[in-house]
């Protein structure tokens, strides 16, 4: 059974850390950035950038994605990729968060 997620007063009823995580549609980058999420004493929500950085996607994985893109792409290839992909992430977010100085028990969230 999947809990119950908090309501954002409660999640945010002290300072979060958020690796958010993304790729843009020219597919040349992993862009990631840390953020700090808190809410201010009069209930507005705020966050500040920690960190930021890019990761160049490397040039084999860019044709699978582009393959999968253009609909080109063989269920063995959409396979790979999903593997592929997720440790590539993996990988760039354990260089990020070392290159930031961040420990990964910091961590509240990622978002990809």
Do not use: C
């Amino acid at each position: 059974m999947i809990p119950e997620l908090p309501k954002p007063e409660e999640w945010l009823s002290h300072s979060r850390y958020v690796l958010g995580i993304m790729t843009g549609t020219s597919v040349d980058a992993v862009d990631m950035t840390l953020a700090k999420f808190f809410r201010l004493k009069s209930g507005k929500y705020l966050f500040s950038i920690v960190e930021h950085s890019s990761f160049e996607i490397p040039e084999h994985l860019r044709i699978f994605i582009q393959r999968a893109i253009d609909n080109e792409a063989r269920t063995s290839e959409i396979a790979y990729l999903n593997s592929a992909l997720a440790r590539y992430f993996a990988e760039a977010t354990r260089i990020f968060l070392h290159k930031s100085k961040f420990p990964l028990n910091k961590l509240d969230a990622i978002g990809v």
